[in-house]
């Protein structure tokens, strides 16, 4: 099976998403250039009507993607650092949150609001804290943070393709890890927990990087 980072995972998932659905399309500062790699090579094959830069406005960002998900599009709005998620809170807890409810279910949101979080790569308090918490009491808000590459690839392509909004979150530190992803079809139901390790005296929920720092305490103490 290949082996590939989670950063390749990220891109594969966006790629073969944004070939299977014409509706699929990538929104946010810089990602035409690829920041952090996961949007790199997309604008090159998808052009400008789906790879679309933004200026520098978290907060118009995360309205024009309810906007465009609102009408039946599928928009995923790459907000770059978690904590840049403060400056869209409204957009996403008053709008995107609340309109299902709102319309009493009558209409659709299809969107990914796509972040960095949590700390250890040595970048300033901006860019390192773990801000999914606020996002984890949101009506209708789907939280979702991997911990392997074979993870992110299959949650992030099951998050396009789920009707509700779901904020994605890839750990900081997690970019280079390397994993088995397998190149066919495959996807990650949301809401199910994965068994990393069985026992028999504890259970221990974790995600993102706090899923490798419990598997090595755990080991340490066999």
Request: hydrophobic fraction near 45%; charge should be neutral; charged fraction near 20%.
């Amino acid at each position: 099976m290949p082996r590939k980072t989670m950063i390749a995972a990220i891109q594969a998932a966006l790629a073969e998403e944004m070939r299977r659905d014409p509706t699929v399309f990538l929104i946010g500062e810089d990602v035409r250039l690829g920041v952090f790699a996961g949007t790199r090579g997309l604008h090159a094959e998808f052009g400008d009507k789906r790879v679309i830069d933004t200026p520098i406005s978290e907060l118009a960002v995360a309205g024009a993607g309810v906007g465009a998900a609102a009408t039946g599009l599928r928009p995923v709005v790459d907000l770059m650092f978690g904590t840049f998620l403060y400056l869209a809170f409204d957009q996403i807890a008053n709008q995107a949150g609340a309109m299902r409810y709102m319309f009493g279910g009558q209409t659709k949101l299809p969107i990914v609001y796509m972040t960095q979080n949590g700390s250890g790569s040595s970048a300033g308090h901006h860019h390192s804290q773990s801000v999914h918490p606020f996002f984890m009491n949101m009506p209708l808000i789907k939280v979702v943070m991997p911990s392997t590459p074979y993870d992110v690839k299959g949650l992030l392509k099951a998050a396009i393709r789920d009707d509700n909004p779901v904020v994605f979150f890839n750990h900081l530190s997690l970019g280079g890890q390397r994993g088995e992803v397998p190149d066919e079809e495959y996807i990650i139901p949301l809401g199910k927990a994965d068994i990393k390790r069985e026992g028999t005296d504890v259970t221990i929920c974790a995600a993102g990087m706090m899923v490798h720092h419990s598997l090595k305490a755990a080991a340490a103490l066999e």
